[in-house]
Structure formats: C-alpha cells, structure tokens
C-alpha cells in the first residue's frame, strides 16, 4: 500500500523566513496531495491541496509543489509569522471512490518571534 | 454552515468498557471517513462510510470496532471492551462527494484507564 514520509520531523525558524516541508510517496498512482495543519487540541485544517495534473499551486503566503517523477512534494510558506507555528501533515491519495487519505508523520513549526 | 461536529470532545473509559463516539458531518456531506491518531503520531485511516453503507473498512481492527452510518442522525464508531492501547484521538472528517477534500472534525480524545 501507500506510504508517505515527511521531513523534517521538527522546524523552526525566525518570523519572516521561509519554512520548507518535504514528503515523499510509494503509490504512483497516488494523485491527490493535500496539506493540514494541525493546532493543539483541534483537528486538522485544510490548509492547501494539488492534484498531479498541476506542478504547484500557491495560495497567499503559502505554496505546494508537486513532482510526479520523483514522487515528492512539498509545503512552501513565505514570511512566516507566529500564528503559523502548529503540526503540519501531508498526505496522498489515488483520488479514486473514497479518498482514503494517507497521512505522513508530521512536521512540528515553531515560528520564533 | 456548521463544520463537523463530534462528540463528546474528551472520553474517559475504564478497561473492558465500550466506547461510542459520534460524527455529525457537514451539511449536504454524504460521505464520512474516520481516522485514530495515537500520541506523537500521524492520522491513520479506519472506515468510509456513506449513508447505510460501510465502503472500506480496511484500516479498522478486526475485533472490537464497528462503525455505522444510518439513513437518519450521525455516524458513530464503536469500541467494545476497550483496552488502554485505544487511547487516542479519533477524527471524523466528510466530504461532498466521494474523491472531493475532507473536513475534520475537533476529535474525540479518549483515554482508557
């Protein structure tokens, strides 16, 4: 089956840098990669998705790119700010009946001020 | 509109006691998906469901766990005789349409004495 890794487990940076999240994929088949964001004690929030008919996707501050030869992705956010320290997970999916989403293993922000 | 609700937010069961936790999903959501992430962890997928059909349930423990979707009123997973290594949080998350993004919900953490 499916399996996802994501790195760096931890990361933390000054506010106003970039952060950079990678995760790799098993399953070529996979073509829909989302990411959440995660805060203390809440569920994960939809943050940024792509499907792997497109090479990146932005959105304000934040950015994901897809390459489907390598099979990785990544989260890019620009000029972090505190707000944004949480839990960040990817994920993959084949986007077929029933998006059974797997998860990678999370990636802990911490934005210094 | 109202996100996914679960309930109850925190449960507290002693070995050998059942479990029921519910997932109310989004309004015009007819697909659910349950997902338990332990400690320190990322989000594993259990079952899919639609309205009266369980469609995947290949994550969930053979033995012990059940899950339901009826025609009327919220989803619910089932834990019977729990044991302290279901300790947990247990997410909930709809979408639309079967291969549309997921919503989670706030979780419900359970811990078992």
């Known amino acids: 089956g499916e399996n996802v890794e994501q790195h760096p487990s931890t990361l933390s940076v000054q506010e106003g840098d970039s952060a950079v999240i990678k995760c790799t994929y098993s399953?070529?088949?996979?073509?829909?990669f989302p990411w959440y964001k995660q805060e203390l004690g809440k569920g994960p929030q939809l943050i940024i998705d792509?499907?792997?008919?497109?090479g990146e996707k932005k959105d304000q501050r934040i950015a994901v790119t897809l390459n489907k030869t390598a099979k990785h992705f990544s989260l890019h956010i620009t000029e972090t700010q505190p707000e944004d320290s949480a839990v960040y997970f990817c994920a993959a999916s084949k986007g077929e009946y029933g998006n059974k989403l797997v998860f990678g293993a999370g990636t802990i922000l911490r934005v210094k001020s | 509109n109202a996100g996914v609700m679960q309930n109850p937010r925190h449960l507290v069961r002693r070995r050998g006691q059942e479990a029921r936790l519910r997932c109310s999903p989004m309004?015009?959501?007819?697909?659910v998906y349950w997902y338990r992430q332990l400690p320190e962890e990322g989000l594993k997928f259990m079952v899919y469901?639609?309205?009266?059909?369980?469609?995947?349930e290949s994550g969930m423990p053979k033995e012990r766990f059940s899950a339901e979707f009826p025609k009327e009123g919220p989803s619910i997973l089932r834990i019977q005789q729990v044991v302290r290594g279901d300790s947990a949080a247990y997410f909930c998350?709809?979408?639309?349409?079967?291969?549309?993004?997921?919503?989670f919900g706030p979780g419900t953490r359970l811990t078992v004495l």
């Open positions: 309004k015009g959501h007819s697909h």
């Open positions: 998350a709809s979408s639309p349409r079967p291969s549309d993004e997921q919503f």
């Open positions: 399953d070529s088949a996979s073509n829909y």
């Open positions: 792509i499907r792997s008919n497109v």
């Open positions: 469901l639609q309205k009266e059909n369980i469609i995947d």
